[in-house]
């Protein structure tokens, strides 16, 4: 089962990094970059999109919460 699970994870991490993040790799404008809690702890729209798409999906898999590092410092409660 963990061997089962860690496969779909893998498979999970490959697709959104294929789709989302390896796409603008290299090629963000200004207006694809935010800040969060300072001018050195940025976030792009790559960081934002994969978590939307993750979440649900790694939450498909197994009955956990999932905290990712956006949601979290958009809602720190969540932790």
Do not use: F, H, Q
């Not at 963000?28 to 300072?38: M, R």
Request: net charge negative; glycine share 6%.
């Amino acid at each position: 089962m963990a061997d089962a699970l860690a496969d779909e994870v893998a498979n999970l991490l490959r697709e959104v990094g294929d789709t989302l993040i390896l796409p603008r790799y290299g090629a963000l404008e200004e207006s694809d970059i935010d800040t969060k809690s300072g001018p050195t702890d940025l976030v792009t729209i790559a960081d934002k999109e994969a978590e939307l798409w993750l979440t649900p999906r790694l939450r498909a898999l197994v009955d956990c919460p999932v905290i990712g590092e956006e949601a979290c410092a958009a809602a720190p409660e969540i932790l």
